[in-house]
């Protein structure tokens, strides 16, 4: 029996003979070939894009910080409580760890001397990237001490919420425009 395998030729346009022959299988496994390749090819330029692009957001990740709270509690209506745990909020929302002493110290007696929530504080205070300075904060003399404190190790601070908030989107939007 006669093969009736069509075959593929590849003619000289200038002297019109026959160069190459191929079967319809051999012309598929190239096609096929030039497919894989395509497609690798591809891949290989998804992976380039992601790992450019990887790089380039990686500035944009906000890394979580610790920030601490300072501010006026002593001789203030329920130890300004209400004014602490709205900017613990905010921080965590944010996504940061917020260093609250109401929450530090809950465990110290009332009773206890001043200088022991202030160690507390102080101990607190250095493991901290930031500290945030409650409205008021320059006549407590615990929030001054944390305040000269942060300046001292070189721990940014910030007088307000608002002014860390402000920093944070800042932050984000220099990390935004270098993307």
């Keep these: 029996m006669a093969n009736t395998d069509p075959k593929f030729y590849a003619v000289d ?3 019109g003979e026959t160069y190459y022959e191929l079967s319809t299988g051999e012309m598929i496994g190239i096609l096929l070939m030039f497919i894989a390749l395509y497609i690798a090819h591809t891949v290989a330029i998804v992976m ?3 790992m450019i692009y990887k790089q380039k957001t990686e500035n944009m ?5 610790t920030v601490y709270i300072a501010g006026p509690i002593t001789n203030i209506p329920h130890g300004n409580v ?3 745990r709205e900017a613990t909020k905010a921080i965590r929302n944010m996504g940061h760890i917020a260093k609250n002493p109401h929450e530090f110290c809950s465990d110290i007696p009332k009773t206890a001397p001043w200088e022991t929530f202030v160690r507390r504080g102080l101990q607190q205070l250095m493991d901290c990237t930031d500290i945030v300075l ?7 003399d615990g929030a001054s001490l944390e305040q000269m404190n942060a300046s001292i190790v070189g721990i940014t601070v910030h007088e307000g919420l608002e002014a860390f908030q402000q920093s944070e ?11």
Excluded: M, Y
């Excluded at 990740?61 to 910080?65: H, L, P, R």
């Excluded at 409650?134 to 407590?140: A, I, Q, R, V």
């Excluded at 989107?169 to 993307?179: D, F, I, P, T």
């Design 82 to 84: 209400v004014k602490f």
């Design 134 to 140: 409650l409205p008021g904060w320059e006549s407590s």
């Design 13 to 15: 346009p200038d002297t």
């Design 61 to 65: 990740e906000t890394t979580q910080k």
């Design 48 to 50: 380039i894009t992601i």
């Design 169 to 179: 989107s800042n932050k984000r939007l220099e990390a935004a425009e270098n993307v």
